[in-house]
């Protein structure tokens, strides 16, 4: 009998635990189709799986017991890829005309398993380079990661996000 009320109170702490954590699932649709990737696999995986990581480190600020699913259908960074003649890698160009980075993605927000909100969005950084950036100008996705914090503020925690 006592040995039942310790499973029963272990299983109850683990349930309450996963309910308590919150926790960020990204999925990218069909990547070798976006509008501008890095010609090269590995570049390609790269920004990938930075992006993952940016979503995760955001998912932090999300309340005990909320999940967020990601899906992104389409990925346009800022500037062009240019190739060189004398190196294997390419070259990103950002001239801050019409080469802001863009993302299309779908999401939903659960609270412990319940949806709370979801859509789809079109994010866009058309001031990319005239905005104050918060990330090293080293991060060679800085301006994607500006543009998908402003996401995150407005649409998942709600709340509104300063223009500077």
């Known amino acids: 009998m006592r040995l039942q009320a310790h499973t029963w109170l272990a299983a109850a702490l683990l349930a309450t ?3 308590a954590s919150a926790g960020v699932t990204v999925n990218y649709e069909k990547p070798d189709e976006y509008i501008d990737m890095p010609r090269s696999p590995q570049d390609r995986d790269q920004v990938l799986r930075e ?3 940016h979503f995760n480190k955001l998912a932090e600020e999300l309340p005990a017991g909320q999940d967020l699913k990601v899906t992104v259908t389409d990925i346009d960074l800022a500037g062009r890829e240019e190739p060189r003649r004398w190196a294997m890698d390419d ?3 950002m001239r801050g005309g ?3 980075p863009t993302m299309k993605l779908s999401y939903t927000l659960e609270q412990n398993g319940q949806v709370v909100r979801s859509g789809e969005d079109s ?3 058309m001031m990319y380079q005239q905005r104050i950036n918060r990330y090293f100008s ?3 996705l800085r301006y994607e990661k500006q543009m998908i914090d402003d996401w995150f503020q407005k649409t998942v925690t709600g709340s509104q996000v300063s223009r500077k």
């Open 91 to 93: 070259i990103r160009i």
């Open 51 to 53: 992006l993952t990581r």
């Open 98 to 100: 019409a080469d802001w």
């Open 17 to 19: 635990a996963g309910a």
């Open 138 to 140: 080293s991060d060679a």
């Open 123 to 125: 994010l866009k950084n």
